[in-house]
């Protein structure tokens, strides 16, 4: 499956922003998808998850910030981020397994990213 990930950008301190990862290629339904993300310098982390039910999981440091949908007809994965901080100034990647949901690193295909830049 191929990802594309859109919706990055600039943003102040407590602002928005929706990031949107178009899957192509296979049944997006089958697919267990998550969101990961790398600021400078650092390694790439967990953001959160989606199972192929809707049901979701968070990392604590985006828990009551960040929603993650999925819209299957539209083969689409969203991150809504909201009330946003300069620490979360990241390339986010989208993600795609089919072996269940994990918060680990071994998902099968990866998105190329989108940059998040929060201002101060």
């Known amino acids: 499956v191929q990802l594309v990930e859109s919706g990055g950008g600039l943003v102040q301190a407590g602002g928005s922003l929706r990031l949107s990862c178009e899957a192509s290629?296979?049944?997006?339904?089958?697919?267990?998808m998550a969101w990961f993300r790398q600021a400078p310098g650092k390694e790439r982390e967990f953001v959160g998850a989606?199972?192929?039910?809707?049901?979701?999981v968070y990392a604590d440091s985006v828990k009551g910030r960040f929603t993650i949908s999925r819209d299957n007809a539209k083969s689409t994965l969203y991150l809504q981020m909201n009330t946003l901080k300069p620490e979360d100034t990241a390339v986010y990647y989208c993600?795609?397994?089919?072996?269940?949901?994990?918060?680990?690193?071994?998902?099968?295909?990866w998105g190329q990213g989108t940059l998040v830049t929060v201002s101060s």
């Open positions: 993600a795609a397994r089919t072996g269940g949901l994990t918060s680990s690193q071994s998902y099968d295909y």
């Open positions: 290629g296979r049944t997006f339904s089958n697919y267990y």
């Open positions: 989606i199972r192929r039910s809707g049901s979701t």
